[in-house]
């Protein structure tokens, strides 16, 4: 069975619009129509183009033809791949193609033989894949999601359009950054009698001013007065899940990290929230501010830049 170029023989190249396709297609339906034409294969001709219009109108029949059909040349030896599986289904209602008699070999080995008795052939449809930007409290406690997501169509001029659709989604607790929702039957449409693909949906969260994700663990930046950090503290923090008291050592210094087990992304087992100090120096805006400053100055022999002893 040799491999057919469809585009070849509307005189068409790969990149047409759906308009482009169909008003070749007109034009040499008219020039090969038996009842016109006086070439003596003219019958057979109007059948393939026919056959080749019927493919690449049709929007999922053209995707499907052009992946099968990518990497082969016309006049070639041509069997479908393996994992091909039983084709497409195709209503045989299209100008210039006849009755299921009327196909070629080729096209039945693509998208199958209408036949009476025989089981329609079918092929599941694509999975689909879209990213969702959830907030980092979602992971912690789960949500319902009500998310719109636009997918690529055809319009009638043969261009690529989007159509938005609202789906709506659970959000389970503990998911984490780079997981994937699987949505069954939510992908594209099958084919003949198979079923639809499935949507897989990428979690990732939201940009957030205090907390970050890394995996199931999260940090937090904690700014500290220069005297919480030095004598150490009591303070009260907020964190993705509410609220705890947390106990600052005394001399901790920017950078350090406090390690709040088990308060991360839930999870089994769960993450944990990490506490980033960072020093805050008040402003010097009043008399009273820069004498306090002023005063510091005098009672430490301190200088940052010099390098410290071990």
Known sequence: ????????MLGVPRSATQEEIKQS??????????????????????????EAYAVLKDPEKRVAYDQVGSEWKTGQDFKPPPDWGAGFEFNVNDAGMGNGSD?????????????????????QGQDHHAMVMIDLADAY????????????????QGHVTTQERKLEVSIPKGIRAGQHLRLSGQGGSG?????????????????????RADGRDVYMDLPLTPWE???????????PEGSVQLTIPPGSIAG?????????????PPGDLYVVMSIALPPADSDQARGAYQAMAKAF???PREPRKG
């Open 301 to 303: 022999d301190f200088n």
């Open 229 to 239: 950090a030095a004598l150490g503290a009591s303070i009260t923090v907020m964190t």
């Open 191 to 211: 084919f003949g009698t198979g079923s639809a693909g499935d949507l897989f949906l990428e979690i990732t969260f939201n940009p957030d001013p205090q907390f």
């Open 256 to 268: 350090r990290k406090l390690r709040l087990k088990g308060r991360g992304i839930p999870g089994s």
């Open 141 to 156: 406690q789960g949500t319902k999601r009500s998310i719109s997501l636009r997918m690529p169509a055809y319009d009638d």
């Open 25 to 50: 297609y007109r034009k040499l339906a008219r020039k090969f129509h038996p009842d016109v034409s006086k070439d003596p294969d003219a019958e057979d001709r109007f059948k393939e183009l026919g």
């Open 103 to 123: 196909h070629s070999d080729f096209f039945e080995a693509l998208f199958g033989r209408q036949s009476r008795g025989r089981q329609q052939p079918h092929m």
């Open 1 to 8: 069975m040799k491999f057919k170029d469809y585009y070849e």
